[in-house]
């Protein structure tokens, strides 16, 4: 256990020294190239704000407007005839949207029905295989000006769903009695 302390402790320090050695052996000015990738990120930074403005206050907006719990409640009763939790659709909806919300959300999930329950193990499941999707895309078509996503949105859309319904079955093959 102590090795993988001192490894973990060590391997950024250990890169950033291998960066450096390298570009000083390939005769790079390792550090303006430093400053100028940093004046680059800011540039990236000022183009992507917008967008990840209009994904936060677009989720903000359905949790506090009461769509989400309408959401919730409109699919309470197949919820229940699968014997999938509601606490799962809550990560469902939200997990396409925003990382840190669905951080938020699988939280208060632990929680309220324990690590072991069913709920938290199909809401781990969805946490590691589902994407940010509309923040993925917010931020790369963002970044390099893509207006004209066609089919991109709805193709990213279906396989969130198709992900999230494969992770609840692999959870209920594994853990449900």
């Given at each position: 256990?102590?090795?993988?302390?001192?490894?973990?402790?060590?391997?950024?320090?250990?890169?950033?020294?291998?960066?450096?050695?390298?570009?000083?052996?390939?005769?790079?000015?390792?550090?303006?190239?430093?400053?100028?990738?940093?004046?680059?990120?800011?540039?990236?930074?000022?183009?992507?704000?917008?967008?990840?403005?209009?994904?936060?206050?677009?989720?903000?907006?359905?949790?506090?407007?009461?769509?989400?719990?309408f959401?919730?409640?409109?699919?309470?009763?197949?919820?229940?005839?699968?014997?999938?939790?509601?606490?799962?659709?809550?990560?469902?909806?939200?997990?396409?949207?925003?990382?840190?919300?669905?951080?938020g959300?699988?939280?208060?999930?632990?929680?309220?029905?324990?690590?072991?329950?069913?709920?938290?193990?199909?809401?781990?499941?969805?946490?590691?295989?589902?994407?940010?999707?509309?923040?993925?895309?917010?931020?790369?078509?963002?970044?390099?000006?893509?207006?004209?996503?066609?089919?991109?949105?709805?193709?990213?859309?279906?396989?969130?769903?198709?992900?999230?319904?494969?992770?609840?079955?692999?959870v209920?093959?594994?853990?449900?009695?």
């Amino acid at each position: 256990m102590k090795t993988i302390q001192l490894i973990s402790q060590l391997i950024i320090p250990l890169f950033i020294l291998l960066v450096v050695v390298y570009g000083w052996g390939k005769k790079v000015r390792v550090y303006d190239s430093f400053v100028a990738g940093a004046k680059d990120g800011i540039t990236v930074v000022i183009k992507i704000f917008p967008y990840l403005l209009a994904i936060f206050v677009a989720v903000k907006t359905f949790q506090a407007s009461g769509a989400f719990a309408f959401t919730q409640e409109l699919f309470h009763g197949i919820l229940k005839n699968l014997n999938i939790p509601l606490e799962v659709f809550s990560i469902a909806i939200i997990k396409p949207l925003s990382g840190s919300a669905s951080i938020g959300v699988f939280t208060d999930i632990v929680k309220a029905t324990g690590p072991d329950s069913l709920a938290s193990r199909m809401a781990a499941v969805i946490m590691g295989s589902a994407e940010t999707t509309f923040y993925v895309l917010a931020v790369y078509l963002g970044a390099v000006g893509i207006k004209k996503t066609r089919y991109l949105v709805p193709v990213c859309v279906l396989a969130d769903i198709v992900g999230i319904f494969i992770a609840i079955s692999i959870v209920k093959i594994f853990f449900n009695s």
